[in-house]
């Protein structure tokens, strides 16, 4: 009986060591609540930031206004995302927001206007030195999940993922049958590399050799001349397609500002509307939202 | 005290003593198998939290380096608007974390105030782990990223327990097999002594009886001697004055023939008490003659005419008609214990005799009330008194009495009396 007392006695020991074993740095967080830190930016200055889905047209349409308003002073900042754009927009940080996706219902409280501009038609790419021009959507599947992932000359297929939540990836998820959950595994795995920059899936598409990813024709055109567009399924990646309904993967773009925007957010605006506006848009490989509300996304109420 | 035992016995005492050693053995065995038992229980489970909480700790560092890294750039492109752009980065990471030990990642600015508060405030008990987003001066923030070692400290906790029981069954089974092999030993030893204690017997008997032999001899030798010397003197002298007495007669002078008749019966009476001395030597004439108790009993009155003391003798079970060697034994014994108390024991003004027969054994006690300091070393008396128990295979002890004085206690063998009767045992 001693001996199980000193037994039990020296194990109490052990047992209290685990617990006592350093715990670490305390963050200031969790000895104190301090609030978020409002960024400001130059109130003169229109500051647009957001989806980098967007950028390609936005730059677009931003050099355009600039050369019909000399004046103007519009900064086009890097992608910040969607998410990034609401929460600038609502803080005041920046003047616009390019976001391309819906709002979340959270967002919506923060009481943000959303005004819809091109919807994009959302590209499959793959490395230049790829010979494949067509993919079923299957093989997406397929190869997510690591199953068939090489193309058809043999060259391994390297997937590179987008990281959740990216607008491109949720709609190719929501029209694919199985691709959502094998997005789901093969992020939950680590088994594909994640980006989380528009440019910087480009510069993958362009760099890893048998690569492929998700991005839109905008970005294809402006950043991956070099690199195929891939079918889906027979059907080309096309506005025209798109329009037409044959061709289902899009995302469409949108401007979201805290209340109604300044002078210079309201005329860079309507010039976005204008024909110019939607020229530049059609030009850049998206499909112009007419204000009359005979193309606009199902999520803004005309 | 001071002990005297046969030698069987003696041996048989120091097999018993074995039995200690066993217990010595388990007592000694208790703290080191404890000891032992400890390291077998802790050693693995803290070895297992350690390198857990270790790679828990580098896993972490890695996934907060890599944020940082990536924010870095961010940060270094966008400097005022990198924080909105680290929300999809944090978001991703917080459901795709590299370990299911990662249980929240946080982003802080350099005032320390969280990028991304729309999420709740992350519980206390997490082990953070950090990394700054740039550095110098151009450091713009730091990923935190909480890990919960709960899981990993209930693993350990359950291997703890697992390997307590393994411990303490290990320790049980180590003592319970060195306890066995002591006592298998202890058995074998307990044997060998025993088969020692017996050979150490037969060749002590061996010894005792031709020390008694050896003693018979030379007491038969005195006995014709006194015969030769006393006796045959008595009666060479009976005869001498026989003839005297003859020729006196046939001169006629009965006077001096009444003188030299008055002469013979002196000297035949002198024979005879010759003779009676020698017999008593060869054995106690009162044992023939008034038996084991009455010999005792007058044995002790005797001292207490001669000593003036107190002495009571006390006799129990059926002590007639005991063999001749086990009666003379005790005789002797008493005889010699009540001449110890006369001669050595100062200032004893009582003494008890006490015989008793116990199935095949008797038991003979002496008790004085003298000055004791008992020495059974001391004397030949004590060791004839010793010798004589041990030929009858029993013991014999001498130590002081309590509160004072001296207690003789001897057993003696009716059976190894019996086995021994068929040889030349000698009685005297």
Known sequence: ?302 | MSELRGAPESLASSARGQDELVRELASRLVPTLSIFAFIVAVSAPLAYFWMGDRELRQSGAGTAEQAAEVLARDAEEEPLLWRYDSLKLVEHLRRFRASTYVERIEVTDLEGALIDDRVERPRTGLLWISAPIGDGPRRAGTVWVGIDRGPLRQRALGLLVVFSLLAILLAAFVHRIALRSAARAESRIRQLMHSLAARTADARIRALRLEAITNQEEERRAIARDLHDSVGQSITALRIHAEVLSMTLEAGDTTRAAGVAKTIAKSADGAIDEVRRSLARLRPLDLDDLGLTSAVTRLADDVRERAKLEVTSDFEGELEGLPASVETAAYRIVQEALTNVVRHAGQATRVSVRIARRGERVEIDIEDDGLGRADSARGRGIRGMSERAEMLGGSFTLKDASPRGTHVSARLLLDEAGASSGEETPSV
């Not at chain 1, 006592?20 to 409002?38: D, L, Y």
């Not at chain 1, 103007?72 to 391309?100: P, W």
């Not at chain 1, 499959?124 to 010979?131: K, S, T």
């Not at chain 1, 976005?272 to 530049?280: D, F, K």
């Open chain 1, 1 to 302: 009986m001693r001996a199980l007392f000193w037994v039990g006695l020296l194990a109490l020991v052990a047992t209290l060591s685990l617990f006592a074993i350093e715990r670490g740095e305390v963050p200031p967080f969790m000895e104190t609540q301090r609030p978020r830190a409002r960024v400001e930016t130059h109130a003169t200055d229109l500051h647009l930031a957001g989806s980098g889905s967007n950028l390609v047209l936005t730059r677009a349409l931003a050099a355009a206004f600039r050369l019909q308003d000399a004046d103007a002073r519009l900064v086009v900042h890097d992608s910040i995302g969607s998410t990034g754009a609401v929460r600038a927009a609502a803080d005041g940080a920046i003047g616009v927001g390019l976001i391309a996706r819906p709002l979340r219902d959270e967002e919506r409280a923060h009481g943000l206007e959303v005004t819809p501009y091109a919807r994009i038609p959302i590209t499959f790419m793959a490395h230049p030195d790829v010979r494949d021009r067509d993919i079923a959507g299957s093989e997406l599947v397929a190869s997510l999940r690591g199953v068939h992932a090489q193309w058809h000359d043999g060259t391994p297929l390297v997937w590179l993922l987008r990281e959740r939540g990216d607008a491109g990836t949720e709609s190719v998820a929501a029209r694919v049958t199985g691709f959502a959950e094998a997005q789901q595994e093969a992020l939950a795995t680590h088994r594909f590399r994640v980006l989380f920059h528009d440019d910087d899936m480009a510069r993958g598409i362009l760099g890893v050799r048998g690569a492929l990813g998700i991005s839109d024709l905008p970005a294809a055109r402006a950043h991956m001349p070099t690199a195929p567009v891939l079918m889906l399924d027979g059907v080309a990646a096309t506005c025209e397609n798109v329009r037409l309904g044959r061709y289902p993967f899009y995302k469409d773009l949108a401007f979201v500002t805290r209340g109604a925007p300044g002078p210079t957010g309201r005329a860079f605006l309507a010039f976005v509307a204008s024909e110019e506006g939607r020229a530049l848009i059609e030009a850049g490989g998206g499909i112009a939202f007419d204000a009359s509300g005979e193309v606009l996304p199902a999520w803004v109420s005309p």
